[in-house]
């Protein structure tokens, strides 16, 4: 399961010897369940650093139960985690600044402007208020929204209140991205704007990511390495799509194939 | 705010019915019994002028009042949110307490406490702590789940989640507590005042009563009348103030 060949990773180490370094995930044997029904069955996978992975399934798959898992928000009923070497819900301070999500709705405090919200991060963090307010505002110009940031989340588009849960995230500088159905809950048209912002901001970066859809499309449009997700949740299949796959619709539409027969088959089997 | 206006226009109509009424009731009833309104407009001058002193001490034991059980009861229904065991203890205990009735507190008060200010300070925090105490533990217990899973992937200590996310949702609930809690609170300083205190409008109240000062009571209704209202307008605008980020408060 451990991924053979990868990417140079974008923060190397100075090592005389250079070591390998650690994945910025590992589940191992992850099982959870809800009541008595399992919704998460030996899930196995690990994430180099810096690289993008999405995990597609059905609906109901267990993808959100494993990704809180990932979170630290729930703990698995056996099987092992580690995020950036800790646990993610023993280790909860530990983490702290490390690790961003973005959810399928936006999930902004109401009472805030869009730049307080975008700000929460690094006030958790405790950096000062003139710091926190200059990086939010920076993160809010990068997404298109620096009219926007004394405006209040009700008086945002989906579309824009969405740019400013990725800014939230971004603006925290985090090792590592979580993001569960962060496009989904938009229209198409402005679901591909905010996937390709996202894209351009988070690549250069060299941010691990790691998202859930059920969108097989935008699996293949956004990641490096697909994890496809039985029901309940393990990887039954695993498809690498390489930047000329992305760049090249033809080659997409192959791969886009090829990671819906292994749904499919998932689903039959 | 269209709203608005409408609502005082009906307010004053209101207002001019009942003093025609009161006109013409003086005129076929006693006077002891339905003064006039000029003369109920001249009590209400001289209250305004003479006793101004007396509506200060009444304010400020409400506002004392209001006050403390505000904190203490907000404080207590935080503590009912964070731990389950004070819920379960604290909500019979407050349901007990919101079952008495004021007048039996007001007994309580007179037998437990010599001096009048602690008896109506008592009395009020006794009677509108129970109501913020449980608003703000409905409140905490109505916190999304979502905002609160959303809040805790950042990984805030307690306290940071108590001031980032607890606190500013309850907001409403509290203002919504005052609303209903400062009504009640004037009607029960002013019952507490009229046994034992020596000023307030309860007091002024008492002393009308036995000079059988019909003018005055009238006056003095009058007068809690409009305190009435620009105390429900001042939270009103509170409201308007702190709660502007909930949409259907924008519809207004
Ligand atoms: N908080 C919860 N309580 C009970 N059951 C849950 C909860 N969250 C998820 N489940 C159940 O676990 C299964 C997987 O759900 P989920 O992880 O949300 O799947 P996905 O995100 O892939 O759609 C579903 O059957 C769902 O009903
Ligand atoms: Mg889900």
Redo the contacts with the bound molecule.
């Keep these: 399961m451990t991924p053979v060949e990868h990417a140079p990773t974008p923060r190397r180490r100075q090592d005389r010897e250079p070591r390998p370094e650690p994945d910025a995930v590992v589940l191992h044997d992850v099982w959870r369940a809800?009541?008595g029904?399992v919704?998460?069955a030996g899930l196995t996978f690990a994430l180099r650093p810096g690289e993008i992975a999405a995990c597609v399934?059905?609906?109901?798959?267990?993808?959100?139960?494993?990704?809180?898992m990932v979170m630290g928000a729930i703990v698995p009923d056996r099987g092992e985690i580690r995020v950036l070497g800790h646990d993610p819900a023993r280790d909860f301070g530990l983490l702290r600044g490390k690790i961003a999500p973005v959810f399928q709705t936006d999930r902004l405090l109401p009472w805030r402007t869009a730049l307080e919200n975008a700000a929460l991060g690094l006030e958790i963090l405790g950096v000062p208020a003139e710091e926190r307010r200059r990086r939010a505002q920076a993160w809010l110009e990068r997404l298109g929204l620096t009219a926007a940031a004394s405006k209040l989340p009700h008086e945002l588009s989906g579309g824009m209140r969405q740019r400013v849960s990725l800014a939230r995230a971004f603006a925290l500088d985090p090792q590592l991205l979580l993001l569960?159905?962060a496009f989904s809950h938009l229209d198409e048209v402005t679901a591909a704007g905010v996937r390709a912002d996202f894209l351009s901001l988070a690549r250069p970066l060299g941010t691990t990511c790691l998202l859930?859809t059920?969108s097989v499309a935008e699996a293949v449009e956004v990641a490096d390495r697909i994890l496809v997700?039985g029901?309940?949740?393990r990887v039954v299949a695993e498809v690498r799509v390489a930047a000329p796959v992305r760049a090249d619709p033809v080659a997409q539409d192959r791969v886009r194939r090829e990671v819906l027969a292994h749904l499919q088959g998932a689903m039959a089997g | 705010m269209l709203g608005t206006l409408r609502g005082w226009r009906e307010t004053l109509l209101v207002v001019a019915a009942l003093l025609a009424t009161l006109q013409l009731g003086s005129l076929v009833v006693p006077k002891y019994i339905l003064p006039d309104v000029p003369a109920i407009a001249q009590a209400a001058r001289e209250v305004l002028v003479s006793d101004a002193r007396d509506i200060a001490a009444t304010l400020l034991r409400l506002t004392e009042g209001v006050a403390a059980a505000f904190a203490l009861g907000s404080l207590l229904g935080v503590a009912m949110g964070a731990v389950p065991a004070v819920a379960r203890y604290a909500r019979p205990l407050l349901n007990i307490m919101m079952a008495v009735p004021a007048l039996n507190w007001i007994l309580f008060a007179i037998l437990w406490f010599g001096s009048a200010e602690v008896r109506v300070f008592f009395v009020v925090v006794v009677i509108s702590l129970p109501f913020y105490a449980l608003n703000v533990y409905e409140g905490i217990r109505g916190v999304p789940a979502d905002l609160v899973e959303a809040v805790e992937a950042f990984r805030p200590t307690r306290t940071q989640a108590i001031r980032i996310l607890l606190l500013p949702h309850t907001v409403p609930y509290i203002i919504m507590t005052t609303r209903s809690v400062l009504g009640y609170a004037i009607r029960i300083t002013i019952f507490a005042e009229l046994i034992g205190t020596a000023i307030g409008i309860g007091a002024r109240l008492n002393a009308a009563q036995s000079q059988f000062r019909i003018d005055a009571v009238f006056a003095w209704t009058a007068v809690l009348v409009v305190i009435n209202f620009v105390l429900q307008a001042a939270v009103e605008r509170l409201d308007r103030r702190l709660l502007r980020w909930r949409p259907e408060q924008a519809l207004r």
């Design positions: 809800w009541g029904a919704a998460v399934g059905v609906t109901g798959a267990g993808k959100s139960t494993a990704l809180r569960d159905e859930v059920h997700f029901r309940p949740a």
